[in-house]
C-alpha cells in the first residue's frame, strides 16, 4: 500500500511509503501572556531526540478547529456551572464560521452532550440544559474517551483542541501514561480551565490534568468565577502554528521526545508550548498522515 501526498508547489505527486510517520506538532508561542502571530516556517527548529528535523508542513493560526468542550458537573462544581454556560456562550459566538465544536459533561462518566457542529445556536440550546450532577469525578477516563471520540469525528485538515472546565479533583481509573499516549495518537492539544471551588483535595483524589496539557502543549488556567474568560482560552488554541515532519526511525513502542525551538535569538524570551513527545508508531491517524505537504 502506498500513501500518496500531492505537493502545492508542482504538478507530479511525490509517494512515500506508509512505514513512514509524519508527526505534527502543534506550537503556541507567547511573549508574556501575549500570543506571538506572524512567524514563518524558517523561524522554528524541530528536534526529535535530539536530532533536528526538516519541516515538511506549516499553517497558521487560520487553521479551522475541530473543538470539544468538556464540563465538569459533579457536584463540587455547583457554583460555576452557571459561569461556565454564560462564558462559553459568549466564547462560541467569536468562533470563526468554520469552526465546529462540541460538549462533553462528565461526572463519574463522560456523556456526549453535543457532536461537533458548526450549528451555534444549536450548541448553546445544549449548553444551557445541561443539570449539575451529584456525582464524584472521574478525569483519566473522561479525557481518555474524548480524545478518542475527537480522533473518529474530527476533519483531517482541522486542528483538534480539547478544553476542560474542572476544579481538577478527582479519581483517575487509568495511568497517566495511557492517557497521553492516547492524546498524542489523537494530535490532540489539551487546554485546561481550573476553578476554585473551595474543596479540599481528598488522598484519594489523585488525578491532575496539568501534565496533560504540558504534554500536548496545551494551556492551563487558573481562575474563579469572578474573572473566568473562556475565549482567551479558546483564542490562545487558534493562535497557534502547525508543524509536520517526517519521524525518525525509532524502535515501535518507545518513548520519543519533541523540542521546538525559534531560530531567531531576538526571540528568545519569547515562551513556546508544543507537544512535548509522542510514541513511536503511534504518532497520527492514517488520515491525518495524508494531509498535503506544502
Not at 133 to 144: C, D, I, K, P, W
Not at 183 to 188: A, K, P, Q
Request: charged share 25%; glycine share 6%; with cysteine.
Amino acid at each position: 500500500m502506498l500513501l500518496v501526498v500531492g505537493l502545492a508547489s508542482a504538478q507530479e505527486e511525490v509517494v512515500f511509503r506508509t512505514n513512514v510517520e509524519l508527526i505534527r506538532v502543534d506550537v503556541e508561542v507567547l511573549d508574556g501572556d501575549r500570543p506571538v502571530t506572524g512567524l514563518k516556517r524558517e523561524d522554528f527548529l524541530v528536534f526529535d531526540e535530539g536530532s533536528s528535523q526538516p519541516i515538511l508542513d506549516f499553517a497558521t493560526e487560520d487553521q479551522e478547529l475541530d473543538l470539544l468542550l468538556v464540563l465538569d458537573v459533579s457536584f463540587s462544581m455547583g457554583r460555576m456551572l452557571q459561569a461556565m454556560k454564560t462564558q462559553a456562550r459568549d466564547a462560541l459566538a467569536k468562533l470563526y464560521f468554520r469552526d465546529r465544536v462540541g460538549i462533553v459533561v462528565f461526572d463519574s462518566t463522560p456523556y456526549l452532550v453535543i457532536a461537533p457542529t458548526w450549528d451555534r445556536e444549536a450548541v448553546d440550546a445544549a449548553l444551557q440544559e445541561i443539570p449539575l450532577s451529584r456525582g464524584a469525578t472521574e478525569l483519566n477516563q473522561t479525557v481518555l474517551m474524548a480524545a478518542k471520540y475527537l480522533r473518529q469525528q474530527s476533519r483531517p485538515q482541522a486542528r483538534r483542541g480539547i478544553i476542560v472546565l474542572t476544579d481538577n479533583l478527582g479519581f483517575k481509573a487509568l495511568p497517566d501514561s495511557v492517557v497521553r499516549d492516547s492524546l498524542w495518537e489523537s494530535d490532540v492539544v489539551l487546554s485546561t480551565v481550573f476553578f476554585f471551588s473551595g474543596f479540599t483535595r481528598m488522598p484519594n483524589y489523585k488525578a491532575n490534568l496539568e501534565p496533560f496539557a504540558d504534554a500536548t502543549g496545551g494551556d492551563v488556567f487558573k481562575v474563579d468565577d469572578s474573572n473566568f474568560n473562556l475565549n482567551e482560552s479558546l483564542q490562545r488554541m487558534r493562535q497557534r502554528y502547525s508543524l509536520m515532519y517526517r519521524a525518525p526511525a525509532h524502535k515501535p513502542g518507545s518513548i520519543c521526545r519533541i523540542k521546538v525551538q525559534l531560530r531567531n535569538p531576538a526571540h528568545k524570551g519569547f515562551q513556546i508550548r508544543a507537544r512535548s513527545g509522542y510514541k513511536a508508531g503511534i504518532a497520527g491517524s492514517e488520515a491525518r498522515q495524508k494531509m498535503t505537504l506544502k
